[in-house]
Nanobody
Framework: VQLQASGGGLVQAGGSLRLSCKAS????????MGWFRQAPGKERELVAA???????KYGDSVKGRFTISRDSAKTTMYLQMNSLKLEDTAVYYC???????????????????WGQGTQVTVSS
């Protein structure tokens, strides 16, 4: 499985961005997907994840503002980010792993495949 993330950029606080993460079509339907982010000097943190059946999980700091989704073919995952804050500035990484590797939001296992990251910068 390979991942290609896109959609990052510079946005003013209160604005919106949508990130995309496209997976290779051959196996993506059997995989869970999600987003983590890492800001300078901070630990990596869960942003959102979506299981194969559509169950979602969000990090506490983005609940109510971000929405994760997948297209019907389950080859592309999206992260709609609204009401962006300065503290959302980070590099966002998408990941995927087999659906049987649970919990679906945990990325500690060696089965996880990461995308290349996309920078999101929120300005005041």
């Amino acid at each position: 499985v390979q991942l290609q993330a896109s959609g990052g950029g510079l946005v003013q606080a209160g604005g919106s961005l949508r990130l995309s993460c496209k997976a290779s079509a051959r196996t993506s339907s059997s995989y869970t997907m999600g987003w983590f982010r890492q800001a300078p000097g901070k630990e990596r943190e869960l942003v959102a994840a979506i299981a194969r059946v559509g169950t979602t999980k969000y990090g506490d700091s983005v609940k109510g503002r971000f929405t994760i989704s997948r297209d019907s073919a389950k080859t592309t995952m999206y992260l709609q980010m609204n009401s962006l804050k300065l503290e959302d500035t980070a590099v966002y990484y998408c990941y995927t792993k087999p659906h049987w590797d649970v919990p679906f939001w945990d990325v500690a296992s060696r089965n996880v495949v990461w995308g290349q990251g996309t920078q999101v910068t929120v300005s005041s």
